[in-house]
């Protein structure tokens, strides 16, 4: 580390100190993790589907079945960013973002023309290509900022994970917000807003999100602490809004106030990364001004960059060099918490327990949150209240998300308590959630809501956190996103083909008790707790398999989590905190070289 001689501090002087200090906040790591805030609060709008499926319905005549389809690749979409995840391999994280807000606008473009009727009535298949488009660009938001910041900060992913996928969780209920400043209550113009805000967000800020050189800050860990009290408020607010909006009717301005909180809410946490990016500023000219000269300190043993350490604190060589080509030694991997190829990721056994783990949890969790539209119709609660499941679910949501990536990193870093452990106890919880809806308990959608959205929320910072910790970051922009695929495939098996089935068929059955034909084209709707009775039995059984299946993951990796996970990306960062100390020093003995030899002139 750099230990920096002399007294005195450097504070703003003048118009070329304020433009150097503007500079210095634009581009520095912590205004990028700003601006993926700002990118991951509009990146949720697949989690808004259950407020504008009705006018899908209702609009195109679809009966459940045909709605989980599209339900089902809006969910495939946003999931499975292999593409997302190979672009970034090859090209900065700019090209992904704007290949991401092209998706978005295209997609929800195209269904917001479908629904209002601006061009002919498409195919199913049309309307499925749209939405999964649409969604997909969430994978390429997520890959371009997400993945950078983790990288950025590879001791303190945990709490990236946590507070950037929190904020995605939040963006259904800050997204209805704005949208009901603008727009009020028309739900078709939904689509439309979900359409341009993402699109518009990433073009702003296409050249903020980078890589940068991970160096190690002190109070790194508590700087993102202050990020989460921040979002903490935020969500406090959304949540309050949410209970007043159930009971008071909102006029459109109203509405505006509300939303011009959550904008100085959203725009808040730019005051943490200026006070950081002063610090550091002020650090960078107290080394330029101090005549006394700028001490080194390194450790006796320094870890070459060519070395790196292995799990159980031995230096050795790295067993995967830039040499090693993607297709070889796939089923040689090396050491847990290395960096794995992508085959050797893909084919390990902690991979598919993953997999398995996720097709039934996240499956589970998912197949709830896109059918709350219809499971409230079916249990004849009043479309307010529905409205407020959906808006439940995005709070908790992100409330599972933070406290996942928060808690689990405390938790490893104190008590070296494994994060496979901490999934398999979401998975338990869940089940609570999907019993409640399966029996009807009263008012118990309220609390399934709450279960549901925060263990779904919970899910992914330990998914992706548990990715980047066994397999390493070299390729975790494609690994990520690999995790991601379990998702869809669980939603498809759990959701198109078991529950909208099974809820069609007990429609079909109240119209036949009725006496009533069913005309082609004609929605297809039902009511009273046996429409998703069975389904969510079944479901609850799934999901208890998948926690069962984790426990295995959990006894593979235990020595693994209780050693020191993270030494190697220490030993680097004091590697690079060497060698910014001394370009500084080399900097400033030249400054002042050049001071002091002033030429005569006769």
Sequence with gaps: MAVVGGAGSVGVHGWGDMKSLTLQVITGRWFVVFASFLIMAAAGATYMFGLYSGDIKSTLGYDQSTLNLLSFFKDFGSNVGV????????????????????????????????????????????????ICIGANSQSFANTGSLVTCVKNFPESRGAVLGILKGYVGLSGAIITQLYSAIYYDDTKALILFIGWLPAAISFAFLLTIRY?????????????????????????????????????????SEFGVSAAIVLFLLFFPLVVVSIEEYKIWQRKRLAMVDPSPVKIVTEAEM?????????????????????????????????????????????????????ITCICGVGGTLTAIDNLGQIGTSLRYPKKSISTFVSLVSIWNYLGRV??????????QKYKFPRPLMLTLTLLLSCVGHLLIAFDVPSGLYAASVIIGFCFGAQWPLLFAIISELFGLKYYAT???????????????????????????EAKKQLAALGIQRKEGQELNC??????????????????????????????????????????????????????????????????????????QK
């Excluded at 070459?304 to 060099?321: I, L």
């Excluded at 847990?336 to 056994?349: H, K, M, N, V």
């Excluded at 406290?403 to 689990?408: A, L, N, P, Y």
């Design 83 to 130: 593409l997302s995840g190979l672009i970034n391999e090859l090209t900065p994280p700019w090209v992904v973002l704007a290949i991401g807000a092209i998706l978005n606008f295209f997609g929800y473009f195209m269904i917001w023309l479908s629904v209002t009727k601006r061009i002919a009535k498409p195919q199913v298949w049309q309307m499925c290509l749209y």
């Design 212 to 252: 940068m050189k991970p160096i190690r800050q002190p109070n790194e860990l508590k700087v993102f602490y202050n990020f989460l009290y921040i979002s903490l408020a935020l969500a406090g607010f959304l949540l309050v809004m949410i209970i007043v909006q159930k009971k008071v009717n909102f006029t459109q």
């Design 303 to 355: 870890v070459k960059p060519n070395e790196s350490t292995t799990t159980n604190g031995s230096t050795s060589v790295s067993t995967v060099s830039n040499d090693i080509k993607w297709w070889q030694n796939v089923f040689s991997p090396p050491e847990r918490g290395e960096d794995y190829t992508i085959l050797q990721a893909l084919f390990s056994a902690d991979m598919l327990i993953l997999f």
């Design 403 to 412: 406290f996942s990536g928060f808690v689990s990193e405390h938790f490893l």
């Design 479 to 505: 690994l990520y996103n690999f995790g991601s695929v379990a998702s869809p495939l669980g939603l498809y098996v759990l959701n198109v083909k078991m529950t909208g089935h099974l809820y069609d068929k």
């Design 527 to 600: 009511v009273g707790v046996d429409c998703f009775k069975l389904s969510f039995i079944i479901i609850t059984a799934a999901t208890f398999f998948g926690a069962i299946v984790s426990i295995i993951l959990v006894a593979r990796t235990r020595k693994f989590y209780k050693s020191d996970i993270y030494k190697r990306f220490r030993e680097a960062a004091t590697v690079a905190e060497a060698e910014m100390a001394t370009v500084e020093n080399e900097s400033k003995a030249k400054k002042e070289a050049n001071n002091h030899v002033v030429p005569t």
